[in-house]
Structure formats: structure tokens, C-alpha cells
């Protein structure tokens, strides 16, 4: 059967994949939920959901430096992978060898297509369609601020770093109903104190990944954004575009009660 991932992309398989390799820890947790407990050889040093595979299942290396001869140790039918997440040098060696399907996502619907596509090309069309259901009547339950609150989302502190508008991140800010002040921007910029300064940010989100934000960090930045709330945020809710929705929108409004 021929299918298509999001880089548009075909991809022929034979039979339904019986040995799989992810590189992406929000798509290994998909494929949990989806059922593939046995099909699933091979995941990334991040891929922390569940437990029970990151303490069971081979570790290919991370996101950005995989381990090209333990993949190929494992010889699987199939390996799921991610355009941003992933190194393009990365997938493109991997893909001269083994069927690789590569997802693309910076909006909700591109994760809804995700999570179609993966279920499709393992074999789990309705596992797949029954999760997306299921996410979206949690999001027709997201109560949205009334009214746009400037906001920044930081992900990394020396540097400072922060989600641009053309992230994952920015769009799920949108959602809830949250201006992304650096919205102009593009991918994870770093921005100093001055570009702080003039933000004109009300709210500040520090992310528990991939910089582990804690309590003790939210005091340099009230010192530059003095008006500004801050709030520490569960990155994986903001971030991971498989299963975790599902988890994401009745977090999303208890923070939003905290703003």
C-alpha cells in the first residue's frame, strides 16, 4: 500500500509495519495510545511517555544526533520522524535505507492529519479516528481569555528564547487566547532585555521543557518584565501534537484561571 506523510512524501509498505522506530517523543507516545506495544522497537533518549517504554525500549540516541547503526541493529519497516524535531542530514540517511513517514506540524489541523496519517500507515485507522474525536470535543470545551493577553512563551534562558509565530506553541497560545508578543518572529528567536522591555507582555509562560523552568528563574525575569504575571507552564501540553492533546485542553483552562 502507498501512503503519503506530510512532506508529501509517498511511501510504499508491503504489510502493516511489525517493527517501528520513532524519532519524536509526542509520536512515540501516539503510537502507545494507538495500540503498538509490540510494533514499536525503537525509540528516542526523550521519549519519556510511557514509563514503561523509555525504561524497556531501545534508545536510538536524541532527536538531533540518532543513532544511525542501532536503527539499523533493529532493521525496522518503518520509522516515524519529524521535520523540525529531527536533523535533515538525520532523516535523509535514514530514508535511503527504510521507509521513513515524516510529519510537518505547526497547527491543529496538521496534527489532526498527523494522527490520521500514522494511524493509516500502521494499521490503526480506528484507534486513530476515535483519539481525534476525542480531542476535539476537549478543545470545544476551551474557554479562551475574552479578551488577547500580550503574552511570551520562553523556552530556553541563557539565552533567553521564546516561541515564534510560526510554531506548534504560538498556535496553541492562540487558542487559549493568548497574543504571542514575539508572534512576528519566526522559530525559537532569542531575545534580550531590551526587546523584553518593550514587549508590552502582561503574562510570561516559562515552559518546563527544554529548558526545565522552575520557581527559582521566575525572579531575573519579573526584574525586566516588572508588571508582567508569570506563570510556570507543562510544556508537553503546549508542545506535543500526538495523544497529549487529548490531556491539553482542560490544562489549558486551569492555567488560563491562574492568568
Known sequence: MVFTDQLHRKITLANPPGKIVSLVPSQTELLYTLGLEKEV???????????????????????????????????????IA?????????????????????????????????????????GREVQATTLITDIKSG????????????????I???????AGGDTFIHEMMRMCGLQNVFGNLQRYPEVDAAQLAGSGCKLVLLSS??????????????????????????????????????EAPAYFNQLLQQA
Not at 530556553?156 to 521564546?162: A, D, F, I, L, T
Open 139 to 154: 478543545f470545544a470545551q476551551l474557554r479562551p481569555l475574552p479578551a488577547p493577553v500580550p503574552t511570551a512563551y520562553f
Open 82 to 122: 519529524n521535520k523540525e524535531e529531527n536533523l535533515a542530514t538525520d532523516v535523509q540517511a535514514l530514508m535511503e535505507e527504510f521507509p521513513v513517514w515524516v510529519s510537518d506540524i505547526q497547527s491543529l489541523e496538521d496534527a489532526y492529519e498527523m494522527i490520521a496519517g500514522v494511524g493509516a500507515i500502521t
Open 41 to 79: 522497537t525503537g525509540i528516542t533518549k526523550f521519549c519519556v511517555h510511557p514509563s514503561t517504554w523509555f525504561k524497556n525500549k531501545t534508545r536510538v540516541g536524541g532527536t538531533k544526533n540518532v543513532q544511525l547503526d542501532t536503527i539499523r541493529q533493529l532493521a525496522p519497516d518503518l520509522i
Open 156 to 162: 530556553w534562558r541563557n539565552p533567553w528564547m521564546v
Open 209 to 246: 521543557e527544554p529548558y526545565p523552568f522552575r520557581e527559582k528563574h521566575m525572579a531575573a525575569l519579573q526584574e525586566l518584565l516588572p508588571d508582567a504575571r508569570i506563570l510556570l507552564a507543562d510544556g508537553e501540553m503546549f508542545s506535543w501534537y500526538g495523544s497529549r492533546l487529548r
